[in-house]
């Protein structure tokens, strides 16, 4: 898949041929020094939740339960990254209480 967006929103035309010609763009900055600082300890925190045998990819759809996952997850800046890759018609699977169901960005 070549991405062809006239107008990228975050990233970069070199970040969009990296992403095109190698499968992957790399660095991609999105979060200041001092909200990466923030994002740690609240992951530090939503770890704490897990039962002793969990490992960490268990927080897999929390953000339908967890307020500052679903902010990330929702995160404009993160959300252009994948629009510019995908364009702006994509979905997000996720599991709510057993169930799945499509939430539509």
């Not at 991609?28 to 990466?36: A, H």
């Not at 018609?89 to 960005?105: I, K, L, N, P, V």
């Amino acid at each position: 898949m070549t991405n062809v967006a006239s107008k990228p929103k975050f990233l970069t035309r070199e970040q969009l041929h990296q992403f095109n010609t190698e499968g992957y763009c790399s660095p991609v900055d999105i979060f200041t020094q001092d909200e990466v600082a923030e994002l740690t300890r609240n992951l530090a925190r939503v770890l704490t939740l897990l039962e002793p045998h969990e490992l960490s990819y268990s927080i897999c759809c929390w953000e339908q339960s967890n307020d500052w996952l679903y902010d990330l997850v929702m995160e404009p800046r993160i959300l252009d990254c994948v629009e510019d890759i995908l364009g702006p018609d994509f979905y997000q699977w996720t599991r709510m209480t057993g169930h799945s169901f499509r939430a539509t960005f």
